[in-house]
């Protein structure tokens, strides 16, 4: 059975990128947000296995966002991904309640070794 991926990044560049590197795997992202307040809404109907999230979004960031998530559903398996590479915005990811944060770019083996970690 696949675990079920949702994505959320306001680029539909890594949206494709993900698709392309977990299509052969036992991963399938089954929904995709652009923003804090669709994702919070997509979260609710899909109760994916895990969430990619960037921090930088439209309206809710991806902190509030994660944040918001946890606290409706405190069991929520979310993975950071962003450019910001600064110590303070990992700190505020793991407040927040991300299990992992990964930097832009990324590569393939670092998206499977964290949802392998995060699903385990």
Do not use: H
């Not at 991963?27 to 652009?34: F, H, L, M, N």
């Not at 804090?36 to 966002?65: C, F, M, N, R, S």
Request: with cysteine; aromatic share 10%.
């Amino acid at each position: 059975m696949s675990k079920r991926i949702m994505v959320v990044d306001d680029s539909s560049f890594i949206w494709e990128e993900l698709q392309y590197i977990l299509g052969e795997t036992e991963y399938e992202i089954v929904g995709y947000a652009k923003s804090g307040e669709e994702a919070i809404e997509l979260y609710e109907k899909l109760q994916p296995d895990a969430v990619t999230l960037d921090i930088v979004l439209p309206g809710i960031d991806g902190i509030d966002t994660a944040k918001q998530i946890r606290s409706k559903w405190p069991d929520a398996k979310i993975i950071m991904i962003s450019s910001l590479a600064y110590d303070d915005t990992m700190d505020e990811a793991n407040a927040a309640g991300a299990c992992d944060f990964i930097f832009k770019p990324f590569d393939i083996q670092q998206i499977l070794d964290a949802l392998e970690k995060v699903l385990s």
